[in-house]
């Protein structure tokens, strides 16, 4: 059992229940332990960022502080917490004085940051930390057949920090591939869902939405499987908007890639919060089902 | 004898002038101990100048010189000439540099007048205690080594051996050429590459001085300017040279077919083969790594052979001269020449690595180096640009820049790349009917007749976007695009962003060094700038030599350049080694290290400290020993003798201590 620091950010908790529900559901499977960070904040996450460079940092670097006490690696599920909280990272490691400003506004909640944390993704984790295999091992229902497109979207390889390919990711191809499934070839795997011009630019979002999901489509995809909370609500959410607007007729669940890894593991539906999923997955695992028993 | 030490401070114009005052720091040196007279003149390298000097020697008996003017590189030289002229030895000379260490690094004009007398006072301390010294002259061995066989090289190997001196051309692939050899037309004269070409490979062929070596590789260098060693590993090629006649009745019989990087993987060749119809020398080689018998022969099994036997059945027979000889081995030669040049060319880029672009993973994404050989009517398609369905393309898009510009892979421009890719436009629109759009980020077109090249290109009706590509997909968004490859660009003349569909994208590459330069550069003892290219002693006034004397280097080894001003250098390079020849002999800087033997114990720890391999262990006496031809004087050795044996000529302890004084006053 290898221990993390856990910083489960907000959406786990909100829109993206399911991520919350199955990252810890498939942790405790594969012999991770995460132990959420205690009073953890917001990010800072793009907006504040945007606003006041610095104070988002200092918002960053509170949860950075409150880690490094664990001595352990943080870890997020959501790619756009990965981003920002890496990015203040790096910036606060590379410039002694932005981190000697941002330790100043530390010191007043009594916190302060020496750069020592290293800020890891739960793919990452899966990906490079697990013993390899052990996926596979545990699996209890190969999910033969399932064709899945693996959708990485930005935030979690680009900018390139370092532990996938910013332009052909594979981190998820292969985690699809240890589970049975088929990873679908998906040119547009790690092109743009719209993030937050959804609520500001619904047209051009909804534009952009479209072209992934049929290109999933059109390379004969059952489902996606994603690692963002934000590109899994765009694409499940929005789906229905989509079809009405286009004049398509998608029915493609958007599954959190844990939630596949729990389905392989044979946990059960509710422990994945598989009923938080809009774009209803019972087709596809009605068919899961009907391979195991062999109709 | 007493030192009479003369001193001259130059204004050099306004350059020193400017900032410190120098008939100061003249009535300062009149002061110093040893001074019998202190000058100051404006410039101190004109004639006048020097004649102050020879005057102060004749008429004062002054037997130290000191100048305080710009840096020793500069004129150092000059003022040695001076001293000798005048019969003084010219190591009796020091330098103060004023100009570079000083006025122009100084603001303040009291302090640069200051800290222009402590450079002052540290000269005349130090020449105070200089020793004359003798240099030396050796011949120079009037051979010449050329490395890579290459357009550069046959070019500098022709002019050497055109003057009747010796030329050993040591090429690494079976025939000289190189990449010149797989171009089909050349930019913006349009002449055939191989046309133009292949005439020089066969007078190299045939050329009574030049020794050729192909199949080969540089080994080992030792010995130094004028005097170098060289081990030339001949590789076994299977083939008795002096019997194959290239008549090819081999290559038909062989049955094992592989991929030809002559064809940069887009024909096929043979085990046994030559890598191209015009190869000079015209003989093939057994490919070892392919060839059925040798791989057999390794398991102790006799197979195939056919290329020897022929097919008895059919009363087809073999090598008919029995020049098919699997026992040989390879072969080590020695040569000795007195300068080598190196033109071991350029690797084009591998776009692989930008996924964004498709190639490989995306059919009709090729190379500048693949369409290249496809237009060419020698190449495997026999001249006809393809598509891998077989059809001609109906719109082409050329992307510029690929690999070059780019902090990714290299921020250097490879300077070919917009001719070449507007010659492809111009063939394209000649060999087909196709629309050719050209991406570029800016058009250089800085050559004879280049500009001109580009106004044609745009008359024809070639496209040009200006925008670099962000991806090729063949991910269709309306049904314009289907089936197509799509490129996305932002068009930054327009301001927006893009897509065109088009059939076929040719990535144009980047020139990048050889995958082994470091490797080279090392045997070669030169070194590389930042982005890998062998490095020129000066990158305006010295553009052929190297820090090694007597190792030249020419054409795309040094930095990425067309084919004319490849020659240009080439032939630089074999004028300073035909200088270098016709000279006979080469000075050697006398400020070289000397071991007291008597104080040596003979741990060789010098010898493993000197980057110029000069130190040398004589068993007999067991000692080491300077050798003064290869010593730079670069003082390594003096530094790291736990014996304090060693000490530099012109940089001794007692010169160096004195020196530091009298900047300290």
């Given at each position: ?40 904040n917001c990010c800072g996450s793009t907006p504040y960022g945007s606003l006041n460079e610095l104070e988002a940092m200092v918002v960053a670097a509170r949860n950075l502080a ?18 920002t909280l890496?990015k203040a990272?790096?910036h606060l490691?590379?410039h002694?004085r932005l981190m000697a400003m941002v330790n100043e506004a530390l010191a007043v909640a009594?916190l302060?940051y ?182 | ?665």
């Amino acid at each position: 059992m290898k221990d993390y620091a856990f910083y489960p950010g907000c959406s786990a908790e909100s829109t993206g229940r399911g991520y919350g529900l199955s990252v810890q559901a498939v942790a405790g499977s594969l012999e991770i332990q995460l132990i959420e960070l205690e009073d953890w904040n917001c990010c800072g996450s793009t907006p504040y960022g945007s606003l006041n460079e610095l104070e988002a940092m200092v918002v960053a670097a509170r949860n950075l502080a409150l880690a490094e006490k664990t001595g352990l690696d943080l870890v997020t599920p959501c790619s756009s917490c990965y981003v920002t909280l890496k990015k203040a990272n790096l910036h606060l490691q590379d410039h002694p004085r932005l981190m000697a400003m941002v330790n100043e506004a530390l010191a007043v909640a009594g916190l302060e940051y020496h750069g020592k944390v290293s800020v890891r993704h739960i793919v990452e984790v899966l990906t490079d930390d697990i013993t390899p295999g052990l996926i596979t091992e545990k699996i209890k229902r190969r999910l033969e057949g399932l064709k899945v497109a693996p959708y990485y979207g930005c935030q979690l390889v680009r900018p390139q920090y370092g532990f996938d390919d910013a332009e052909l990711p594979g981190s998820l191809d292969s985690l699809i591939e240890c589970l049975g499934a088929e990873a679908v070839p998906y040119p547009v795997k790690a092109r743009c869902c719209g993030g937050s011009l959804i609520l500001s630019e619904e047209d051009l979002a909804l534009g952009l939405i479209n072209k992934l999901l049929k290109s999933a489509a059109d390379n004969g995809a059952h489902c996606l499987a994603t690692p963002c909370p934000l590109c899994q609500t765009n694409l499940d959410a929005y789906q229905g908007k989509v079809n009405s607007k286009f004049k398509t007729g998608y029915n493609l669940p958007v599954f959190f890639i844990t939630q596949l890894i729990g389905l392989a593991l044979g946990l059960d539906d509710k422990s994945l919060g598989l009923d938080t999923n809009i774009v209803s997955p019972r087709d596809v695992l009605t068919q899961l089902a009907g391979v195991k028993s062999g109709t | 004898m007493e030192p009479r030490i003369g001193v001259y401070i130059c204004h050099c114009g306004s350059n020193i002038a400017g900032t410190v005052d120098c008939e100061d720091v003249a009535r300062f040196a009149q002061g110093l101990e040893g001074v019998v007279i202190a000058r100051d003149y404006k410039f101190m390298c004109s004639e006048p100048g020097q004649d102050l000097i020879k005057q102060d020697i004749r008429e004062l008996g002054v037997n130290r010189v000191v100048v305080a003017s710009c840096s020793p590189t500069m004129h150092e030289p000059t003022f040695r000439r001076a001293c000798q002229e005048a019969g003084l030895n010219p190591y009796f000379f020091e330098m103060a540099n004023i100009r570079e260490h000083c006025s122009w690094v100084t603001e303040d004009r009291a302090k640069a007048t200051q800290k222009a007398m402590a450079l002052v006072s540290a000269a005349v301390r130090r020449v105070y205690y200089h020793q004359s010294l003798e240099s030396r002259e050796v011949d120079i061995n009037p051979n010449t080594l050329v490395v890579g066989g290459g357009i550069a090289g046959i070019q500098a190997a022709l002019k050497v051996a055109d003057s009747g001196h010796r030329v050993y051309l040591v090429e690494r692939s079976s025939s000289i050429g190189g990449h010149m050899a797989q171009l089909d037309k050349t930019f913006p004269t349009l002449d055939c590459s191989a046309c133009i070409l292949t005439p020089k490979m066969t007078l190299v062929g045939s050329h009574p001085y030049i020794e050729l070596l192909t199949y080969s590789e540089i080994e080992e260098i030792a010995g130094y300017v004028g005097n170098f060693k060289v081990k030339i590993r001949k590789k076994a090629r299977y083939v008795d040279w002096s019997k194959c006649t290239g008549c090819g009745r081999c290559q038909e019989l062989c049955p094992t077919i592989v991929s030809n990087e002559f064809e940069v993987g887009l024909g096929k060749r043979k085990a046994i083969y030559k890598p191209f119809a015009q190869a000079v020398p015209n003989k093939v080689v057994i490919d070892a790594e392919n060839c059925r018998h040798l791989k057999g022969l390794a398991e102790g099994k006799d197979v195939c052979r056919l290329c020897q036997r022929g097919i008895e059945k059919k009363g087809v027979p073999g090598c008919e001269v029995g020049a098919i000889d699997f026992t040989q081995q390879d072969e080590v030669v020695e040569v000795e020449v007195g300068a080598i040049i190196v033109t071991t060319g350029f690797h084009l880029f591998d776009p692989t690595p930008i996924h964004q672009y498709g190639y490989g993973r995306l059919d009709n994404v090729i190379t500048s180096m693949e369409f290249e050989r496809m237009v060419n009517s020698a190449g495997p398609t026999g001249g006809h640009v393809l598509l891998k369905d077989g059809t001609e393309p109906e719109s082409v898009a050329l992307i510029h820049c690929v690999g070059s510009r780019d902090e990714q892979y290299h921020k250097y421009c490879s300077r070919v790349c917009c001719m070449y890719s507007m010659k492809f436009a111009h063939l394209l629109k000649e060999h087909t009917s196709a629309d050719v759009y050209e991406f570029y980020i800016d058009i250089r077109s800085f050559g004879k007749g280049y500009e001109e090249f580009y106004n044609r290109i745009l008359e024809e009706g070639t496209v040009f976007f200006r925008g670099k590509p962000a991806e090729i997909t063949d991910v269709a968004e309306t049904p314009q695009e289907e089936g197509k490859l799509i490129v996305q660009f932002e068009d930054t003349l327009v301001g927006r962003q893009r897509r065109v569909p088009v059939d076929m994208v040719v990535l144009s590459c980047g020139l990048e060094p050889q995958p082994d330069s470091e490797t080279v550069a090392r045997l070669f003892n030169i070194s590389r700038s930042a982005d890998g290219f062998f490095l020129e002693k000066h990158p305006k006034l010295d553009p052929v030599a190297t820090m090694t004397d007597g190792i030249f280097i020419a054409g795309c080894c040094q930095s990425p350049k067309d084919i004319p001003d490849t020659v240009a250098q080439a032939s630089a390079a074999a004028a300073e080694a035909l200088a270098m020849i016709s000279r006979g002999k080469v000075e050697i800087e006398a400020a070289t290290a000397v071991i007291n033997e008597h104080l040596c114990t003979g741990c060789q720890v010098c010898m493993a400290n000197c980057p110029y391999s000069a130190i040398a262990f004589d068993e007999e006496k067991g000692v080491c020993q300077v050798n003064e031809a290869l010593c730079k004087g670069c003082g390594v050795c003096v530094g790291g003798c736990p014996g304090d044996a060693v000490s530099l000529n012109h940089y001794t302890n007692e010169q160096l201590l004195a020196q530091m004084e009298g900047a300290l006053v």
